[in-house]
């Protein structure tokens, strides 16, 4: 059975970091291409960050780009994101994503979703 558990969330102050994990399993990893998404309330959910699965770099939201890292562990079937210099509109539900597209990010084509993790930045 195909699952993404996303964890890490939290209630973090203007500045500070936080790292999100998401544990994969039920699928080869190399299969699919992965990515964070998020959604604030009342807006729509975009995506952050995404690592294809074999070639290519990472993408970030210019957002985010210079703050956020991803990252892919294959023998603990993790992915990471190193979230530094939070800023209040980094709130949002974060979402753990997987899909066949190598441009997930950009076109939101999502094959499966994780249930998501709050992220609140506030003082």
């Known amino acids: 059975q195909l699952q993404l558990v996303e964890s890490g969330g939290g209630l973090v102050q203007p500045g500070g970091s936080l790292r999100l994990s998401c544990a994969a399993s039920?699928?080869?990893?190399?299969?699919?291409?992965m990515g964070w998404f998020r959604q604030a309330p009342g807006k729509e959910r975009e995506g952050v960050s995404c690592?294809?699965?074999?070639?290519?770099?990472?993408y970030y939201a210019d957002s985010v780009r210079g703050r956020f890292t991803i990252s892919k562990d294959y023998a603990r079937r993790m992915l990471y994101l190193q979230m530094n210099s939070l800023k209040p509109e980094d709130t949002a539900v974060y979402f753990c994503?997987?899909?066949?597209?190598?441009?997930?990010?950009?076109?939101?084509?999502?094959?499966?979703w994780g249930q998501g993790t709050q992220v609140t930045v506030s003082s």
């Open positions: 994503a997987i899909s066949m597209s190598r441009e997930m990010c950009s076109n939101g084509e999502v094959n499966y």
């Open positions: 039920g699928f080869h990893l190399d299969f699919y291409n």
């Open positions: 690592i294809q699965n074999r070639s290519g770099g990472p």
